[in-house]
């Protein structure tokens, strides 16, 4: 089961199939983690609380 690798939570695997980069089987973030987001293909800090 793929889990993202930031958080720890559960992701989907046509989630991984989208927004995993190369042939990796898992995501660096997910819409769930509330300190990092996706910024095209890089992952940074949160500016603010995501809701």
């Given at each position: 089961m793929p889990e993202c690798a930031n958080c720890g939570g559960f992701v989907t695997e046509s989630y991984v199939r989208v927004f995993a980069p190369g042939e990796r089987?898992?995501?660096?973030?997910?819409?769930?983690?509330?300190?990092?987001?996706?910024?095209?293909?890089?992952?940074?800090?949160?500016?603010?609380?995501?809701t």
């Open positions: 089987e898992t995501v660096r973030v997910c819409p769930n983690c509330e300190d990092k987001l996706r910024d095209g293909a890089d992952v940074r800090e949160a500016r603010s609380k995501r």
